[in-house]
T-cell receptor, first 111, second 114 residues
Framework: SQELEQSPQSLIVQEGKNLTINCTSSKTLYGLYWYKQKYGEGLIFLMMLQKGGEEKSHEKITAKLDEKKQQSSLHITASQPSHAGIYLCGADRRVGNQFYFGTGTSLTVIP | ETGVTQTPRHLVMGMTNKKSLKCEQHLGHNAMYWYKQSAKKPLELMFVYSLEERVENNSVPSRFSPECPNSSHLFLHLHTLQPEDSALYLC?????????????FGDGTRLSIL
């Protein structure tokens, strides 16, 4: 079974709209990471969340980790075409810095 | 520019060929990783190196052979690959292999097996 479930799998929004991507785990997360990947390229690190209830923002992107540390959301305000790509959540395994990843959410922003 | 460089960016090879993927990091990190990314599947961790020692081998077939000559360089040697090995191979590095640290990724090598 998938350890990290992302929803939705794909998203198409009009430029200027807000959107939210979710990442859910059945287990407590020890570290939750958000990455963005442009098609056919590597992953760009966005944010890391560690504490229950933690929230971080970078430009128009805000990520939150719930109090139980089992769900995270990524919110983009006033989306732009430059936000398009695949968003992946990743989490630490308890031992070592070995990540496991969700299947990703593909975001398309229509100008 | 993430500080992790992978070459080549694209590689097409036959099943009987031998080739190598190269990864170099300029971040002063001590841990390096190989991942495989196939369509519709989560990223799969293949190998983990910490201070040039292999610390994880996630049941990867022996036709994939990693090498880490120093903490800045990581190779993936390929031989007699199968069509299902076609994928994007990503290299990453982190400060250490102890958790709670982001990994920094290269742009990957797109591998196609004929």
């Amino acid at each position: 079974s998938q350890e990290l479930e992302q929803s939705p799998q794909s998203l198409i929004v009009q430029e200027g709209k807000n959107l939210t991507i979710n990442c859910t785990s059945s287990k407590t997360l020890y570290g939750l990471y958000w990455y963005k990947q442009k098609y056919g390229e590597g992953l760009i690190f966005l944010m890391m969340l560690q504490k229950g209830g933690e929230e971080k923002s970078h430009e128009k992107i805000t990520a939150k980790l719930d109090e139980k540390k089992q769900q995270s959301s990524l919110h983009i305000t006033a989306s732009q075409p430059s936000h398009a790509g695949i968003y992946l959540c990743g989490a630490d395994r308890r031992v070592g810095n070995q990540f496991y990843f969700g299947t990703g959410t593909s975001l398309t922003v229509i100008p | 520019e993430t500080g992790v460089t992978q070459t080549p960016r694209h590689l097409v090879m036959g099943m009987t060929n031998k080739k190598s993927l190269k990864c170099e990091q300029h971040l002063g990190h001590n841990a390096m990783y190989w991942y495989k990314q196939s369509a519709k599947k989560p990223l799969e961790l293949m190998f983990v190196y910490s201070l040039e020692e292999r610390v994880e081998n996630n049941s990867v077939p022996s036709r994939f052979s990693p090498e880490c000559p120093n903490s800045s360089h990581l190779f993936l040697h390929l031989h007699t690959l199968q069509p299902e090995d076609s994928a994007l191979y990503l290299c990453a590095s982190s400060q250490d292999n102890v958790g709670n640290q982001p990994q920094h990724f290269g742009d990957g090598t797109r591998l196609s097996i004929l």
